[in-house]
């Protein structure tokens, strides 16, 4: 089992949500822990995840979830509604990067993700949700290659790689197709050519005959 499907069926479906998107990450920058809060259970992996109730009118979340070293369990950390982020900064505009930030409405966290390409399917997934269900007060994208807010997604381009292989594999074949005709065009002719010159000579050879 995939690591977002054991975090929709651990904390998500219990509560009547949806998993729409979860990254792996780190932070970026170290969380002063007072004195007394230290001894904790150990090291452990960080998770930020995207829902969305089941119920109408639908409601959208991050959520923090951690899973402890040697545990198989997930424990839900923070969670804000979609509508307390204020901008998403995907640190740089033009290379594939695993930074990001969330800004919040009372705070920020700087974040790395597993990888950049998590990363990025995550704040597409992050820019078509807030599109689809904030109405006004939208949050700001910056820094975000282009490619993960417009037209021109992931997805899309995936899409387009394979409409693109059949358009060539149908053209190939159609192609093909254009010379076998040709091959049977010129068969037939050849065919009739010889047909009409048996035809001949055995007329000719009726009257050498007679």
């Given at each position: 089992m995939?690591?977002?499907?054991?975090?929709?069926?651990?904390?998500?479906?219990?509560?009547?949500?949806?998993?729409?998107?979860?990254?792996?990450?780190?932070?970026?920058?170290?969380?002063?822990?007072p004195f007394?809060?230290t001894?904790?259970?150990?090291d452990y992996?960080t998770?930020?995840?995207?829902s969305?109730?089941n119920?109408?009118?639908?409601?959208?979340f991050?959520?923090k979830?951690?899973?402890?070293?040697g545990?198989s369990?997930?424990v839900?950390?923070?969670?804000?509604s979609i509508?307390?982020l204020?901008?998403?900064?995907?640190?740089?505009?033009?290379?594939?990067?695993?930074?990001?930030d969330l800004i919040?409405e009372?705070?920020?966290?700087?974040w790395?993700?597993?990888?950049a390409?998590e990363?990025c399917v995550?704040?597409?997934?992050?820019?078509?949700?807030c599109?689809?269900?904030?109405?006004?007060?939208k949050?700001?994208?910056?820094?975000?290659?282009?490619?993960?807010l417009?037209g021109?997604?992931?997805?899309h381009e995936?899409a387009?790689?394979?409409?693109?292989a059949v358009?060539?594999?149908?053209?190939?074949?159609?192609?093909?197709?254009?010379?076998?005709g040709?091959v049977e065009?010129?068969?037939?002719?050849?065919m009739?050519?010889?047909?009409h010159?048996?035809?001949?000579?055995?007329?000719?050879?009726?009257?050498?005959?007679c």
């Amino acid at each position: 089992m995939s690591a977002k499907s054991a975090l929709n069926k651990a904390i998500f479906i219990p509560n009547d949500e949806r998993l729409l998107a979860a990254v792996q990450v780190k932070r970026r920058t170290k969380k002063k822990i007072p004195f007394l809060a230290t001894g904790g259970p150990g090291d452990y992996t960080t998770f930020i995840c995207l829902s969305v109730t089941n119920k109408k009118p639908a409601q959208v979340f991050l959520t923090k979830v951690k899973q402890f070293e040697g545990s198989s369990s997930f424990v839900r950390r923070s969670q804000w509604s979609i509508s307390q982020l204020r901008q998403v900064n995907g640190i740089d505009s033009v290379r594939d990067c695993p930074e990001f930030d969330l800004i919040f409405e009372n705070g920020s966290d700087q974040w790395t993700a597993g990888s950049a390409g998590e990363k990025c399917v995550f704040v597409q997934v992050l820019h078509h949700t807030c599109q689809r269900f904030i109405p006004e007060r939208k949050p700001e994208f910056i820094n975000c290659p282009s490619k993960l807010l417009g037209g021109n997604s992931i997805l899309h381009e995936a899409a387009d790689s394979v409409s693109s292989a059949v358009q060539k594999a149908s053209q190939a074949l159609n192609e093909r197709g254009e010379r076998l005709g040709r091959v049977e065009e010129k068969t037939g002719e050849m065919m009739n050519s010889a047909q009409h010159f048996a035809d001949t000579a055995h007329k000719l050879a009726m009257k050498h005959k007679c």
